[in-house]
C-alpha cells in the first residue's frame, strides 16, 4: 500500500522542490521576490539586518508551504475517491509522472515548453500584501512554471491513501523550495555567483528533474517503489525512526 511509501517519497519530493527551485522561470526572479518579502530593493539586501530579513522570508515561506501543503490532502482525498481499483490508479499514476517527466526532459529543446512565467502584476499586488500574502501569490501563480515538478508530487501524494502522506510529501516539496530561498535571504552576496553558475547550467537541472520523475514514475509502474519503502521502512525499525504508519 502506497500510503505507508514514505522514506523514498521523502528525497524525492525534496529534490522536486530543489529543481522548481532551480528552474528557468523561478531562480532568475527570485531576487526580486526576495526583495519584496523584505521590503527593500535588490541592492538593499546585502546592508539589510537579518532580522529584518528572516522573519518576513519565514512568514513567506509557511504561507506558500500550506498552499502546497493543502494541495497534497487535496491530491490524496481525490485518489482515495476513486479507491475502487487501486492498481489502476497506480499504473495511471505511474504513466503520468514518467510522461511529465519525459515532457520536463524536452523543454530546453521544444521552443513551446520553454516558457517564462513573469506575473509582475501579481507580483506589486504581493508586495503591498506583506509576505503572507507574497508567499500566497508565489504558490497560486507560479503553479504554471513548477506544474510538471509539482504535478508530479502531487499524483504520487494521489496513487498513496493517506492524507498525512500526502501532506508531508508537499511539506517536503516545500522544503525544497525554501532552502535555498532562505541560504539566498541569509548570504545574498556570497551565493550570487553561485547562482550565475546555476544559470548556466539550466540544463542539466532539467535533465536531474526529468530523471527523477522519470525514476519515480517507473518505480510506481513496476511495484518497486512501494517494496522499496518496505526494505526501508525495515531497515528503520528499532531506530525510533520508522514512519510506516504514516
Known amino acids: 500500500m502506497l ?17 522548481s527551485f532551480l528552474s528557468p522561470c523561478v531562480l532568475p526572479l527570485v531576487p526580486g521576490y526576495l526583495s ?28 506558500f508551504s500550506a498552499i502546497f501543503i493543502l494541495m497534497g490532502l487535496g ?12 492498481e489502476v490508479l497506480t499504473q495511471v499514476g505511474g ?8 515532457f520536463f ?9 520553454n516558457f517564462e512565467w513573469r506575473p509582475q502584476g501579481l507580483l506589486r499586488m504581493a508586495g503591498r500584501g506583506g509576505p503572507v500574502v507574497a508567499g500566497a501569490a508565489f504558490a497560486i501563480a507560479w503553479t504554471p512554471c513548477t506544474s510538471i515538478t509539482l ?19 508537499l511539506a517536503f516539496y516545500s522544503a525544497g523550495l525554501a532552502i535555498p530561498f532562505l541560504l ?3 548570504a545574498f552576496e556570497r551565493v550570487a555567483g553561485a547562482l550565475g553558475v546555476i544559470k548556466r547550467h539550466f540544463p542539466v537541472v532539467i535533465g536531474l528533474g526529468g ?34 504508519g504514516i
Do not use: C, K, W
Open 3 to 19: 500510503a505507508a511509501a514514505t522514506p523514498v517519497g521523502i528525497p524525492i519530493a525534496l529534490t522536486a522542490g530543489l529543481v
Open 36 to 63: 519584496t518579502v523584505v521590503g527593500v530593493t535588490p541592492a538593499e539586501l546585502p546592508s539589510a539586518g537579518r532580522r529584518r530579513i528572516m522573519v518576513p522570508s519565514l512568514l513567506f515561506i509557511a504561507s
Open 75 to 86: 491530491a490524496t482525498a481525490i485518489g482515495s475517491q476513486l479507491n475502487a481499483d487501486r
Open 95 to 102: 504513466g503520468l509522472i514518467v510522461a511529465m517527466g519525459l
Open 105 to 113: 526532459l524536452m523543454t530546453p529543446f521544444v521552443r513551446a515548453f
Open 151 to 169: 504535478g508530479a508530487i502531487l499524483t504520487e501524494a494521489a496513487v498513496g491513501s493517506s492524507a498525512a502522506h500526502g501532506a508531508l510529501l
Open 184 to 186: 539566498i535571504a541569509l
Open 211 to 244: 530523471v527523477v520523475m522519470i525514476g519515480l514514475g517507473l518505480l510506481i509502474l513496476t511495484g518497486e517503489y512501494t517494496i522499496l519503502n518496505a526494505q526501508a521502512n525495515a531497515l528503520m525499525q528499532g531506530s525510533g525512526l520508522e514512519i510506516s
